[in-house]
Structure formats: C-alpha cells, structure tokens
C-alpha cells in the first residue's frame, strides 16, 4: 500500500494516466522538423535544452485518430533510458495522487496493446488507463530514434 501520482492526459475522448516519476518535463507543443522515412507516428524532431529528441503522436502509435495541435495540445518529455522523447497528448488535465490499492489489473479488451498498460484507476466516476510510456516504443523503433 503505496501512495503513487500520475499525470492525467487526454487522447480523443479518454483519459490516460502515465506515472509521474518516468516523467521530465510538460512543455507546449512546438513545430517538429520532419525526418524522412520513419513510421507515421514519428512526427519529427525538437531542440529540447539543446538536445535534439524525437516527437511521437501517441493517437497514431496507438490508432485512436489522426493528431491535431490545438491550444490545449501539450508535449510530455519521457526519460527512455539514457534518451529522451516527448509524446503529444490532446491536454494534460491534472496530477492524481492514489493508493496503489486503488489500481487494478489492466482490461483484457482495449484498443491499446496490453503490453503499454500498467493499470486501470479509479478517478471519481472515470476509470484511468495507466500507461507505461517508455514501453511505447519496440526494441526496434528504439533503433529508429537512436539514430535520430
């Protein structure tokens, strides 16, 4: 029984939650450079504190819809390792502080691999799927970016 935070961010129409401690820095969206022949959800590269790190559109890596900047768009800069990424989500909405009782196992049905879930939690009356971003990535997309 140990008190855990998690960042709340939205995708489409749900909420996801990833824990706080995996992540750097909440920055806003800036304009990616492109960088050719990557998978689609690789939506470029960014000066981050001067260094470059790749940008992933988790709508796209996940298939819950195309990715559009709007003025609640916000980038979640992710430590993968030694690396850094920064993953678009549609909002940020809050940090929430639960109980690791509160947190159940993941769903057996979801639209996103059950390899990313950590968990579902309880929020009020909206149920949280807990993420697990630095397994966002194959062994071989890591590849991909080192060589961004």
Same mark, same amino acid.
């Given at each position: 029984?140990?008190?855990? =935070?998690?960042?709340?961010?939205?995708?489409?129409?749900?909420?996801?939650?990833?824990?706080?401690?995996?992540?750097?820095?909440?920055?806003?969206? %800036?304009?990616?450079? %492109?960088?050719?022949?990557?998978?689609?959800?690789?939506?470029?590269?960014? &000066?981050?504190?001067?260094?470059?790190?790749?940008?992933?559109?988790? %709508? $796209?890596?996940? $298939?819950?819809?195309?990715?559009?900047? !709007?003025?609640?768009? $916000?980038?979640?800069?992710? =430590?993968?390792? &030694?690396?850094?990424?920064?993953?678009?989500?549609?909002?940020?909405?809050?940090?929430?502080? !639960?109980?690791?009782?509160?947190?159940?196992?993941?769903?057996?049905?979801?639209?996103?691999?059950? &390899?990313?879930?950590?968990?579902?939690?309880?929020?009020?009356?909206?149920?949280?799927?807990?993420?697990?971003?630095? %397994?966002?990535?194959?062994? &071989?997309? =890591?590849?991909?970016?080192?060589?961004?």
């Amino acid at each position: 029984m140990a008190d855990v =935070q998690y960042v709340i961010f939205r995708l489409e129409d749900e909420y996801y939650g990833a824990d706080i401690r995996n992540i750097q820095e909440i920055i806003l969206p %800036k304009i990616p450079t %492109k960088v050719p022949n990557n998978p689609d959800f690789i939506e470029g590269v960014i &000066d981050y504190r001067n260094k470059v790190i790749p940008i992933l559109d988790l %709508k $796209k890596r996940f $298939k819950l819809g195309i990715g559009e900047y !709007t003025k609640d768009t $916000k980038f979640i800069v992710v =430590q993968l390792g &030694d690396k850094h990424i920064a993953v678009v989500v549609d909002e940020v909405t809050e940090i929430f502080r !639960t109980d690791t009782d509160n947190i159940g196992e993941p769903p057996e049905m979801t639209r996103i691999g059950k &390899d990313y879930i950590t968990g579902v939690a309880h929020l009020g009356e909206r149920l949280i799927i807990l993420l697990d971003l630095a %397994k966002v990535l194959t062994v &071989d997309e =890591q590849l991909i970016l080192e060589s961004l």
